[in-house]
């Protein structure tokens, strides 16, 4: 248990007397340290603070610390306010309260417009793709077949065995294939790019009629590049 001692001490901004408890401790090194907490506001009155202090001493059964430098401090320069005051400040800081919550609100109600708009992008360009496939036939996931497309995404993935570059190819009918990105004779493939390649063809387990997945490519070779090769 911690050998506790009460002193006086200056708190609320040195405007009031207030009580505190001191103490010391060891901390795991071995090393001495003080500390204090807060037990309560007694008096803005030197005599109150002192009497205070005493009381509750005595019913605490706790040594309390030399009090008589409270009749040295100066008189504290404590702004006594109205009732009127404290009723504007008081309805100027629920003014303000009211009007953060109508700023989060109104910052809510954006955020869901924003998302819904977004969705709505989404989903319109989502439906622009189909329509655009609508009338091409499906392409063939039983055999190798030869496909030719855009460059329009690509991304690094890494994994135990190294580094894999990844894109999704756009072909003339509007599809959409993505699969490792075939190598080119030490050309690297850039975006906006056109190239021929054989693959295996397959569907995701989520297959919306436009994006497909391609395996093992090979016999690669440029349609079009965007820059042109030294």
């Not at 991304?155 to 894999?164: P, T």
């Not at 093992?216 to 349609?223: D, E, G, N, S």
């Amino acid at each position: 248990m911690r050998n506790e001692k009460l002193t006086i001490a200056l708190g609320e901004g040195s405007k009031m007397f207030t009580l505190r408890a001191t103490y010391k401790y060891v901390d795991g090194w071995g090393n001495m340290y003080e500390s204090s907490y807060h037990i309560q506001n007694l008096s803005i009155d030197p005599a109150q603070a002192q009497e205070k202090a005493r009381a509750y001493a005595e019913k605490r059964d706790m040594p309390l610390m030399d009090t008589s430098w409270v009749f040295d401090v100066n008189t504290f320069d404590i702004e006594r306010k109205s009732k009127e005051e404290l009723a504007r400040l008081k309805a100027e800081k629920e003014k303000r309260i009211a009007r953060a919550k109508e700023i989060s609100a109104k910052i809510q109600m954006n955020y869901h417009t924003l998302m819904w708009g977004y969705f709505m992008a989404q989903s319109c360009r989502k439906f622009d793709d189909l329509q655009k496939v609508a009338n091409v036939a499906e392409l063939d996931t039983e055999n190798r077949v030869t496909i030719t497309g855009e460059l329009v995404h690509e991304k690094e993935y890494y994994s135990d065995w190294g580094c894999v570059l990844k894109g999704i190819f756009l072909l003339e009918t509007g599809q959409k294939v993505f699969g490792s990105v075939p190598s080119m004779k030490d050309q690297p493939v850039n975006i906006g790019d056109v190239i021929q390649f054989d693959a295996k063809i397959e569907k995701p387990k989520d297959f919306d009629g436009t994006f497909y997945f391609f395996k093992r490519p090979t016999k690669a070779k440029f349609i079009s590049q965007v820059k042109e090769v030294a």
